[in-house]
């Protein structure tokens, strides 16, 4: 038995490449979920784009067209458009998002007032499709590419592209003012948290193959790039913190203020690196602390690229 059915109300559009598209408004032909037999609802382009099985439904304003499908118990909500080859299955909550496949969303992952431009071919993985899945959340976001986003991530004002992955009960938490950026191969997992400040240059970066695992924490202006690794209780306060090429912080390691470490630089146990007002710490080829060792005093600064 159908559970809906195109009713003689269309709209025309313009896809983003320049075709004319024609929708169909929906209108229910049965009680089920939160539905009534003859409620209207959101707007497809055929039947392929709402599946007739289970309590799947789009609301008066969504759009769904192209290869997009909507299945399962997924709501669609909001001013939600979605089209591309897109999946949004299982118990997936979408609001108010736009949202360009391929990829899939699905388990009970919601997503609220968050653009979405996936893409292949910006990985060495030809064929990974940007995924959402589990119990994930994201808000006022930007997702591009190849991202992974899985398990009880929390995302609020980040912009995640290439192949970036976020899982477990991490948390990446932007702002107003600055967003969170994670790129390249990048991942932030387990409990560790990732967190913008309020000046304007206070935007968390992480880029190359940076991790951040466990209950690490990364504040305000902090640069990771390369091969760099924040584990344990790890913890970096931005005035700005830059780490290059093969830097570890773990242990309690802790790093505040203007600070730049790189080439194979390790902190560890409950070892600290401070600075304050305008100083600066820079540590180099292969220095590591351990212990309660602890740096306050400025060093030489020296500028060049990662």
Known sequence: MKKYQLSDQSRTLISPQGESITLFQIRALAHFGSVCAGQLGGWVEGPDNLSQQGSAWLEEQVEVFGGAQVSGDAQILGLSRLTGKLNVTASARVKDCQIDGPALISGEAQ????????????TADPDQILTVSGNAHIRRSLLAHQVCVCGHAYIDFG??????????????????????????NTSVSDHARIVAGQDPDAIPVLRGRARVADYAVVEGNCVLSGCVALLDYANL??????LCDHVTVRGHGRIAGNVRLENATELRDNACIETWDNETVLLRDSKILTGDQRITRASPFLPFEC
Request: charged content about 15%; glycine content about 12%; hydrophobic content about 40%.
């Open 111 to 122: 997503l609220y007032d968050t653009r979405i431009i996936a893409c292949l071919g910006f």
């Open 159 to 184: 912009f995640l592209e290439h192949r970036a992955c976020v899982s477990g009960y991490a948390i990446i938490q932007g702002n107003d003012n600055c967003n969170v950026w994670l790129c390249d």
């Open 237 to 242: 306060h931005g005035g700005p913190v830059v």
